[in-house]
């Protein structure tokens, strides 16, 4: 019989799967105790848009719930892409979580040649956590009262009208994109660091059109310094009930929506995430939350980590195919 250099090769063969068994003993003891620190939630977008209104509520409830500082951090610019980078490549331990919106996981992959992320490889989805609906909004000096009048302007007078968004890539780049690709006009797009910067531009004249969040549309709305024509999604909102779709007030067919959801570095212990999934499926799914997200334009849609991780793949899938018609580049 040949010697066995480990000498018994049975007690070898004990020992190999004492070993495997380590990482998994040694990840549900670091889940029981957590959180044992401070969590950061990174969001892409300024301060007052609607990643950072998805976000807020959700981090203060689980800081209440799980004794620790959920502390949202936000790291604007690239349409999201340089706060997604920084989570994909921090360690995957719970501490670092990521507020993820279908700009950067789902429109940038097909728009940007060289991501320093892969939206699917390096994050563990928690849950889905909001959809918001997005705003045609003009300003008082633009001629529309309507989507009729805006898409025939548009035609009358090719590239006059500019529009303001939270970034390339972002779902009110997306919105003006599909309009455009619909109607075949040219809009010129103007990208900013989030969505309240855009409402400001608005505000201030610099551009004449958003596709804003309710977050930042609604109030000004209601100030009547800003014009709203119709809704991007498929179903009128209960917020805005007095706006039509874009679908039925000019083309049929179209939508387009904005979704915020929960993530965490690829490799993240998994009773860890299934923790986080529980606590924030919960807090979604009161009518505390509900009532602040309404306020806002959210809607809460909580899911599990395997069904939001579907749902991200098919979003990459669909907005591939208009970025592709439409020859979208990064501005």
Do not use: C
Request: no cysteine; aromatic share 6%; proline share 8%.
């Amino acid at each position: 019989m040949a010697h066995h250099p480990n000498g018994n090769p049975a007690l070898a063969g004990l020992a190999a799967l004492a070993l495997a068994g380590l990482p998994v003993a040694a990840n549900a003891q670091k889940a029981a105790g957590y959180p044992d620190r401070p969590v950061r939630m990174l969001v892409g977008f300024a301060p007052g848009g609607g990643a950072d209104t998805a976000a807020r509520p959700v981090g203060q409830r689980l800081s209440e719930v799980l004794g620790q500082q959920f502390v949202v951090d936000n790291r604007p610019g690239a349409g999201g892409n340089i706060a997604t980078e920084i989570a994909a490549r921090s360690t995957p331990d719970g501490y670092t979580l990521l507020v993820g919106t279908i700009a950067a996981l789902a429109i940038n992959p097909s728009i940007y040649e060289k991501l320093g992320f892969d939206p699917i490889r390096d994050f563990s989805p928690i849950t889905n956590m909001a959809s918001s609906i997005n705003v045609l909004v003009v300003h008082p000096s633009v001629p529309a009262k309507n989507v009729k009048d805006l898409v025939a302007l548009l035609r009358a007078k090719p590239g006059s009208l500019n529009y303001g968004s939270s970034g390339v890539g972002s779902a009110g780049h997306l919105s003006g994109v599909l309009m455009e690709h619909m109607t075949r006009t040219d809009i010129t797009h103007i990208p900013y660091k989030g969505g309240a910067p855009a409402m400001a531009a608005l505000l201030g004249g610099e551009v004449q059109m958003v596709f804003a969040t309710a977050a930042t549309a609604i109030p000004q709305i209601k100030a009547g310094k800003i014009r709203g024509l119709a809704v991007t999604t498929a179903t009128r909102a209960g917020m805005l009930p007095d706006l039509p779709t874009i679908a039925e007030a000019a083309l049929p067919g179209y939508e387009a929506n904005n979704w915020y959801g929960l993530l965490a570095p690829a490799k993240t212990p998994r009773p860890i995430i299934d923790r986080l999934n529980a606590e924030t499926v919960k807090i979604l799914g009161s009518q505390n939350l509900r009532d602040i997200y309404f306020t806002q334009g959210l809607e809460p849609t909580p899911t599990t980590p395997e069904a939001f991780g579907v749902y991200i793949k098919s979003e990459i899938a669909k907005w591939s195919k208009l970025v592709k018609a439409a020859g979208v580049k990064p501005d």
